[in-house]
């Protein structure tokens, strides 16, 4: 059974840096896509950034380029963001999301995992 557990969240000051991890168990993760999507209260959820676990295109939202960075780390089975220059429109729980038909897209329809979600609160 896939589970991805999210964690890293928290507080921080606006211009502040947080790193989220996500690690991922149940599977051989190779072909699949694997995103962060995130959603603020009262907002719909937000794709963040897509990727493909086999290191393949990477496509961020316009919101968070340059900003946030995605990584990987195969030997623990775990993806990472990095979010640097925070704000506080960034604040929202963050979901990690994995997607076995191996399609990077900023679709939700595409993941078939999701974590539980960590918190990410920026004061300003």
């Known amino acids: 059974q896939v589970q991805l557990v999210e964690s890293g969240g928290g507080l921080v000051q606006a211009g502040g840096s947080l790193r989220l991890s996500c690690a991922a168990s149940?599977?051989?993760?190779?072909?699949?896509?694997m995103a962060w999507f995130r959603q603020a209260p009262g907002k719909e959820r937000e794709f963040v950034v897509a990727?493909?676990?086999?290191?393949?295109?990477?496509y961020y939202a316009d919101s968070v380029k340059g900003r946030f960075t995605i990584s990987r780390d195969n030997a623990k089975n775990t993806v990472y963001l990095q979010m640097n220059t925070l704000k506080p429109e960034d604040t929202a729980v963050y979901y990690c999301?994995?997607?076995?038909?191996?399609?990077?897209?900023?679709?939700?329809?595409?993941?078939?995992?999701w974590g539980q979600g960590t918190q990410v609160t920026v004061s300003s």
């Open positions: 990727t493909a676990w086999s290191g393949g295109g990477t």
């Open positions: 999301a994995a997607g076995s038909s191996g399609v990077v897209s900023g679709m939700a329809y595409h993941y078939d995992y």
């Open positions: 149940g599977r051989t993760f190779s072909n699949y896509a």
